[in-house]
């Protein structure tokens, strides 16, 4: 199984950028995605999450300002943002939780998609 993530760019403040993270390998089902950031010299921190049920959790440094979404039939996650800020800028890692079989669930992480704000 694996993440790949893609959408990640240089963009001015106050655009916009949509990144996309699609799951392929076996899978049996997908339960939460999301999607976490890295600035330089921070701690990875969690942007957004979304449950199988759609139920969404976001930071609150990005609340009002990011969307997360999920397709399921293309087993992929989808984080817009909007009104970006130069402190958005950082390594986006996608995430999800992955059944390979009905009893084997484990965690996996995409490579880090840089998005990048000028101000």
């Known amino acids: 199984v694996q993440l790949q993530a893609s959408g990640g760019g240089l963009v001015q403040a106050g655009g916009s950028l949509r990144l996309s993270c699609a799951a392929s390998?076996?899978?049996?089902?997908?339960?939460?995605m999301g999607w976490y950031r890295q600035a330089p010299g921070k701690q990875r921190e969690l942007v957004a999450t979304?449950?199988?049920?759609?139920?969404?959790n976001y930071a609150d440094s990005v609340k009002g300002r990011f969307t997360i979404s999920r397709d399921n039939a293309k087993n992929t996650v989808y984080l817009d943002l909007s009104s970006l800020k130069p402190e958005d800028t950082a390594l986006y890692y996608c995430?999800?939780?992955?059944?390979?079989?009905?009893?084997?669930?484990?965690?996996?992480w995409g490579q880090g998609t840089l998005v990048t704000v000028s101000s």
């Open positions: 390998g076996s899978i049996f089902s997908i339960r939460t």
């Open positions: 995430y999800a939780i992955i059944g390979r079989t009905s009893a084997a669930w484990s965690d996996y």
């Open positions: 979304i449950t199988d049920g759609s139920r969404t």
